[in-house]
């Protein structure tokens, strides 16, 4: 085992997600996906082998509350210089409705039946659209990288 642990506060309230499409200036957060989970526990088992989970998309928070994940999503995507598309999963603490960021995932599942498709018809986006936004907004780095090497 690892010497190093990291301890984490728990943070009891609401699982939610939001995806994040485009790059630099150009990002924008789309709807946001409140996950219900049976007994609030959103875990290996009910996302993948329960029909139990729920996700909610309009998400059904106040208006405020999503803006806030929203303008909260795009600033840590582009402070890690994402590109292209991900998705943010956070908590929102019940005690006071504060957002926590969890993680960024920098290649989301893009299934027709995956979140950032769901969040994209909320937003009025066909799974094709979405496709042909993706392709026609990415960026090659090869010649770059290669160069630097």
């Known amino acids: 085992y ?4 990291l301890c984490e506060e728990f943070i009891a309230g609401e699982e939610v997600t939001c995806p ?4 630099g ?3 924008r957060a789309l709807p946001v996906v409140k996950i219900v989970a049976p007994e609030g526990k959103y875990d290996y088992k009910n996302k993948y082998f329960t029909d139990d989970t729920s996700y909610l998309c309009p998400s059904l928070l106040p208006p405020d509350e999503e803006r806030e994940i929203q303008r909260l999503v795009v ?5 890690l210089g994402c590109r292209g598309w991900g998705r943010a999963d956070l908590m929102i603490r019940a005690a006071d409705r504060k957002p926590f960021l969890l993680e960024m995932n920098t290649s989301p599942g893009m299934t027709g039946h995956s979140l950032v498709p769901m969040s994209a018809r909320a937003a009025g ?3 094709e659209q979405l496709c042909v936004y993706l392709l026609s907004t ?6 770059a990288a290669a160069a630097q090497a």
Not at 2 to 5: I, Q, T, Y
Not at 20 to 23: K, L, P, Q
């Open 20 to 23: 994040v499409i485009g790059s």
């Open 125 to 127: 986006l066909s799974y």
């Open 25 to 27: 200036a150009d990002a």
């Open 138 to 143: 990415a960026e090659l780095d090869g010649g």
């Open 2 to 5: 690892d010497p190093d642990v």
């Open 75 to 79: 600033a840590a995507y582009q402070a």
